[in-house]
């Protein structure tokens, strides 16, 4: 059984910094995804950025190319989010998520089993 302990968020003001981070437990395999998604108030939860396990590939959403960046560290078993340049836009709980298998529909939530209980990230203008 995999699980997933997401941590990292906070209150900062816009044009900040933030860093987050995602523990996992149990066994996770080279060609399965972990990333981050997003939810706002009043809005649906969406895609953020995955990164294969094994390694290579990543994907994001097209509104956070060039400020936000996915690692991965095999060494701790962690997954994490490096997120500059934040806006008010960018507030929302985030979560960290795991898919067995990553494939082109990376950006469905359908494909994602195991969740973290989320993170809150309040951007202040």
């Known amino acids: 059984q995999v699980q997933l302990v997401d941590s990292g968020g906070g209150l900062v003001q816009a044009g900040a910094s933030l860093r987050l981070s995602c523990t996992i437990s149990g066994r996770a395999y080279d060609n399965s995804g972990v990333g981050w998604f997003r939810q706002a108030p009043g809005k649906e939860r969406e895609f953020v950025a995955v990164i294969r396990w094994g390694g290579g590939t990543t994907y994001y959403a097209d509104f956070v190319k060039g400020r936000f960046t996915i690692s991965s560290d095999r060494t701790k078993n962690t997954v994490s989010l490096q997120m500059n340049s934040l806006k008010p836009d960018d507030t929302a709980v985030y979560y960290c998520?795991?898919?067995?298998?990553?494939?082109?529909?990376?950006?469905?939530?359908?494909?994602?089993?195991?969740w973290g209980q989320g993170t809150q990230v309040t951007v202040s203008s």
């Open positions: 998520a795991r898919t067995p298998f990553l494939t082109s529909a990376y950006y469905d939530q359908k494909n994602y089993l195991n």
